[in-house]
Structure formats: structure tokens, C-alpha cells
């Protein structure tokens, strides 16, 4: 289990994360979602003790990271798969974790083929391998200890579709096991596919959390709705008592189901150039309106 309480880091006068509370249960994939400065990697610094929090607690299995035995038999990590040594072949990489971790050496063949790496492979230098494989390498690194927990920022960067397959059955598979597992990622449609819970931060505050089933069905129901002349669509809706906001794709979000929303906009003979009802079960777009810049406001 991961438990971050009320976490703060503090820059001068700059705050990356905002008293931030949060639970990774075992036997769960948690989603850690936010848009690029939002705090994801300075909170998961602080998780592995590489940044010290200005305040507030994070811990893995009751105790804070730089106080496990051996932290590599209890918490796999990989943040940044581009920080391996590049002179080292993978096999070294992986030989050198194992040996951290107290593993046999067959683990580093048994983590290597886990991980779809061959032999001719892992002979190779790393300042040779693509991104795609050092996030396989690095992964194998994580697994070495046997941990039962996973703190992964962005691994699927540079996988391709099927290594985006491999590592979705892969972290199912460990979750389903008992294992915890910590994961952000940009690719939404992945994390949707995988995720059980998310947590979602902007600005370094969560600005929501809970099971992937809770957040995609909380969302109001309503109409995706576009014109021509944007300014009188919204003197429209807002003359029926509706609420409008804009995406960030231009077009606006309707608190109206299509039907009363076709309506208005007749009634007010504003030409709609889109006109659907809201999407109940996109992550994508739930993290696009949870996550916009604040200075997009509900217009009024």
C-alpha cells in the first residue's frame, strides 16, 4: 500500500504540490494523471525519498522509503528510463540490480525474457537501445527485487502498440497478484483500459480521485454542441437556463440533452455546425475539463 498525506513541496515561493492525500491499495492499478508541471514527478520523488517533502507524509507498506530494508525487495521504481548508465550492457544493469536485491542469477534471464528482451539484446550497450527498450529495461530493474509494489512514471513512453499490449497485460497481471502498482502516463486511453482508481492533480492540488468507474460516471450528463456564431449560441442556451463552458477544443459543453439543446437553438435560429450528446465514458475528455487552465471559465 502507498499513503501520501497531506504532501507539500515548496519552491521559494513556488508550490509543485498542494497538501495532496491519497491511498494505491493492493491488488489495484492507480492512474496518476495530471498535465505537464502539474507535481506528478516531484510527488513521486518524494515517495522514493529523492526529494524531501516540505511537508506532509508519504509512505509504502507503513514506512517511509529511505527507512525499508533493502527498499529494492519492497518497491520497484523506474521515473526516468533515460538515467541508466549508457556505457553498461543491459545484462550489467540487470546483474547489478539483482545483486542489490540479493537475487539469484537466473532472475536477470527470468526478467529479461519477462520483459520480451533477447539475449543478443541485453549484450548490447544501453546508449545503444531505444527508448522503447531501455522502458523494458528499466521495468526488469524494478521487477528484480520481486517487490510488491510498482512506482512507474511514463513507461509506456516510446513502447509501440504491441509493447503497449505487453505492459498492459503485465501490470494487470501483477495487480491481480496482490501487487500495488503506481502509474502515470500520458497515453489516456491506456490508463482507462488498465487503471482501477484514479487520482488526477492540477497545479499540484488533486482535482479528483476515486474508481475509474465513479469519475467517468459522475460526469453530468449534457450535449457537445458547436456554432458559427459562438457569441449568440451562448446568449441562447444561457436565455434557457442552461450553463455553457468551453472546451479546449473550441466547441462547448451544455448542462441540456441533444433534443432540448436542437430545440433552443431553433427557437433562438442559431445555425449548429455540432451538435451530440456528451461523451459519459471518455477519460480523455474528463481529464481535458477536470485539468484546462483555470483562466477558462464557465462563460457567462
Not at 116 to 125: C, F, I, M, Y
Amino acid at each position: 500500500m502507498i499513503q501520501i498525506e497531506h504532501l507539500t513541496k515548496r519552491y521559494g515561493n513556488f508550490t509543485a504540490v498542494d497538501d495532496v492525500t491519497f491511498t494505491a491499495q493492493p491488488g489495484r492499478v492507480t492512474g496518476f494523471l495530471g498535465p505537464n508541471g502539474a507535481g506528478k514527478s516531484t510527488l513521486m520523488r518524494m515517495l522514493c525519498g529523492l526529494t524531501p517533502p516540505t511537508s506532509g507524509s508519504a509512505t509504502v507498506l507503513g514506512m517511509k522509503y529511505a527507512d525499508l530494508p533493502n527498499p529494492i525487495k519492497h518497491v520497484g521504481v523506474m521515473l526516468d528510463a533515460a538515467a541508466q548508465h549508457p556505457g553498461r550492457t543491459g545484462a550489467e544493469v540487470l546483474a547489478l540490480a539483482g545483486l542489490i536485491a540479493g537475487a539469484s542469477k537466473s532472475r536477470v534471464a527470468e526478467m529479461t525474457d519477462t520483459v520480451g528482451l533477447t539475449p543478443a539484446e541485453t549484450k548490447r550497450r544501453v546508449k545503444d537501445y531505444s527508448l522503447g527498450m531501455r522502458q523494458r529495461l528499466g521495468i526488469a530493474g524494478a521487477l528484480m527485487g520481486d517487490p510488491k509494489i510498482l512506482v512507474l512514471d511514463e513507461p509506456a513512453n516510446g513502447l509501440d502498440p504491441a509493447g503497449i499490449h505487453w505492459m498492459r497485460g503485465l501490470l494487470g497481471d501483477y495487480a491481480a497478484n496482490g501487487g500495488t502498482v503506481l502509474l502515470s502516463s500520458h497515453l489516456l486511453g491506456e490508463v482507462q483500459v488498465i487503471a482501477h482508481d484514479l487520482v488526477m492533480i492540477g497545479h499540484g492540488k488533486i482535482v479528483a480521485q476515486g474508481s475509474m468507474q465513479e469519475l467517468l460516471s459522475s460526469k453530468e450528463q449534457g450535449s457537445v454542441v458547436d456554432s458559427m456564431t459562438r457569441q449568440d449560441l451562448v446568449s441562447a442556451v444561457q436565455a434557457a437556463g442552461g450553463t455553457i463552458t468551453q472546451r479546449p477544443d473550441g466547441a462547448f459543453d451544455v448542462n441540456l440533452l441533444p433534443p432540448k439543446m436542437g430545440q433552443v437553438a431553433l427557437d433562438a435560429k442559431v445555425p449548429l455546425v455540432l451538435l451530440r450528446e456528451r461523451d459519459q465514458n471518455n477519460l480523455e475528455q474528463l481529464f481535458l475539463t477536470l485539468t484546462q487552465d483555470t483562466a477558462r471559465q464557465e462563460i457567462r
